[in-house]
């Protein structure tokens, strides 16, 4: 049974007051709250043990080695992967362009195609541009239509080629044959919540390619849901331990074992070496080919306490609470948009979408919808959601996003449907 | 606005949107097209999606403090179009008025610090790219003309 008032208790930041209210956070999309015990393993680790993991052989440096390597552990069973495909980075945009410059550039050149779509978050986006650009290797995405859904079937909609750059938009179906090299593509959607059946599209690329390689971008499902890697078909996942409760600082890459081993280093320096010469150097074994440096230990000891917490809690349990908020939020959202009062974006029906609900309060700017929101002590998301061209293609310039997490009320969602009413009075 | 809203402990943000910004933001000072504008400029804000087209008309004004031969380039007229939220639309419609008259060293001199006065004296931190869109496209426009 998933008791949320409990869950509340272990946050302490959700007793604070702004602007005089209770504090309603609904932006754990772009970071989630921490729970105490994760606070406090940090503490611990600072007040108790701190040392520099493979350099000492005295007690402190061994306790944090093995801190570490329980960490790594503890996120590897999560996702049921094994320990040795499980690298540390800083945050999901390190882990998509580790997986860019090492394998990318080795492996895609002229004539090759990289697979996205309109869903994605500038992070999965970006890097792919640019190396397609920097190869002369082609970008297909995979437009949406006006649910926030992936085109799966229809036409190719049009080719643009700027800046050396020749990007096609069309259906999955129509952009789909064996030149594509690498499927890039997000498990949920982090402005619209949607979330594409990637493992029938895996499969399919799968099929059609042979050797492409694919990389989900779990962001924004990894915290939400129970996901396995060896259910899903992937080669590479990536995501943010600051968006599961964990500390910001701390991303990870999951690769496969085979895949990883055959990759070259990202960055270069201490802990990620074999042998070193004065003439060259041998590059260690996964997982430390690809930690470069002292890693943020104490955030990485932070993200074993935040797994703890979610397995305590049980992902089943809180994918079903957060899809009741979800369906609970659109029943009285639309309640708010059938009187006019807003739009929404994305699916209509809580089964095809994770914890996000954007929307626009008509005549109102979603910066100013926020800033307003928030002097009643309620935490938006404005702008862009770094997803432009997601946002721009619903012809708005910019969206109001509400995401959801464990800590999330029923009250709290009676409470922003009331605030939002109060929001166009301010320029009645 | 409503008072209901300036009587909340929420003063502080509130106060972002005091009258004086509904209005400019309801009722936008010099927007539309500038007929016979010598000079256009877009300056968008990249990370919220606002945009906004500047159109000026300019003279070539002799000043005794510059010595340079041609004189100071100083706006005459301004009028701008675009989409964005109460702050930085208010700012924009605000700023056509100021900006009559002056040269580059008035915009200089008169600063960001200027805008969050003009706006009120004061602005939500998050805000201040709102609050500066049409400056930064007016200092642009006296450096690409300079």
């Known amino acids: 049974m ?53 350099r000492g052989v005295y007690e402190l440096s061994s306790e944090s080695t093995r801190l570490v390597d329980e960490a790594r552990g503890k996120i590897a069973a999560f996702i049921g992967a094994k320990k040795e495909e499980i690298i540390f980075t800083r945050n999901a945009s390190e882990s998509i362009n580790l997986v860019m410059y090492s394998w990318g ?34 970008l297909r995405i995979i437009d949406v239509d006006a649910n926030g859904n992936l085109k799966m079937t229809g036409d190719e909609k049009k080719t643009v080629t700027e800046n050396g750059l020749t990007v096609r938009l069309g259906s999955f179906e129509s952009l789909l044959d064996d030149k594509i090299k690498m499927f890039a593509i997000t498990g949920a959607s982090n402005v619209l919540g949607t979330r594409p059946d990637i493992q029938n599209m895996i499969k399919r690329v799968k099929r059609a390619t042979g050797e492409a390689k694919v990389l989900v971008d779990a962001s924004q499902m990894v915290p939400h849901m129970k996901v396995n890697v060896n259910v899903l078909g992937a080669d590479f996942l990536v995501f943010s331990g600051h968006k599961m409760l964990g500390p910001t600082g701390v991303g990870v890459l999951w690769g496969k074992n085979e895949i990883l081993s055959k990759m070259k280093p990202f960055l270069f320096g201490g802990d990620m070496i074999g042998e070193v010469k004065l003439t060259g150097a041998t590059w260690a074994d996964i997982p430390s080919r690809f930690e470069a440096g002292t890693p943020d230990i104490a955030g990485i000891v932070g993200l074993g306490a935040a797994i703890d917490y979610l397995n305590k809690l049980g ?34 029906d809580a089964e095809d979408r994770g914890g996000a609900l954007p929307f626009n ?64 009075k301010v320029f009645a | 606005m409503c008072l209901k809203y300036s009587r909340s402990s929420s003063l502080i943000t509130m106060l972002d949107y005091k009258e004086i910004i509904v209005d400019h933001y309801k009722n936008p000072r010099n927007f539309g097209e500038l007929e016979g504008a010598d000079l256009t400029l877009d300056e968008t804000n990249a990370s919220c999606g606002d945009m906004i087209r500047i159109q000026v008309k300019t003279q070539k004004l002799k000043n005794s403090k510059t010595q340079n031969g041609e004189g100071d380039l100083v706006i005459v007229d301004m009028k701008w179009r675009g989409v964005g939220c109460a702050i930085s639309t208010a700012a924009a419609s605000m700023l056509s008025e100021k900006i009559v008259g ?12 200027g805008v969050v006065e003009m706006l009120g004296g004061e602005v939500n931190p998050g805000r201040m790219k709102c609050a500066t869109l049409a400056y930064r496209g007016l200092l642009k426009i006296f450096e690409n003309n300079g």
């Open chain 2, 102 to 113: 002056m040269n580059k060293k008035d915009l200089e001199q008169y600063g960001e610090a």
């Open chain 1, 361 to 424: 309060i008509t005549g109102v700017h979603a910066h100013d919808a926020a800033q307003i929101l928030d002097s009643f002590g309620i935490a938006v998301r404005s702008g862009q959601h770094c997803a432009a061209p997601l946002v721009t293609g619903f012809g708005v310039p910019a969206m109001v996003r509400v995401t959801f997490y464990i800590y999330n009320t029923i009250g709290e969602i009676d409470y922003l449907v009331e605030k939002i009413r109060n929001v166009p």
């Open chain 1, 315 to 348: 992902m089943e349990n809180v994918q079903i609470y957060e899809k009741s908020l979800m369906d609970y939020a659109l029943q009285k959202m639309s309640v708010l948009e059938n009187e006019g009062v807003i739009k929404m974006y994305g699916p209509k």
């Open chain 1, 2 to 54: 998933f008791d949320v008032e409990k869950v509340r208790n272990d946050f302490p930041i959700l007793k604070r007051k702004i602007h005089g209210h209770d504090l309603v956070f609904l932006d754990s999309g772009a970071t989630s709250q921490k729970p105490e015990s994760v606070l406090s393993a940090m503490n611990d680790y600072y007040h108790n043990t701190n040392a520099n993991i493979h």
């Open chain 1, 105 to 138: 550039k080795e492996n895609i050149g002229s004539g090759d195609a990289v697979l996205v779509s309109r869903l994605e978050h500038h992070s999965n986006l970006v890097p792919w541009q640019e190396l397609c650009r920097e190869k002369g290797a082609e």
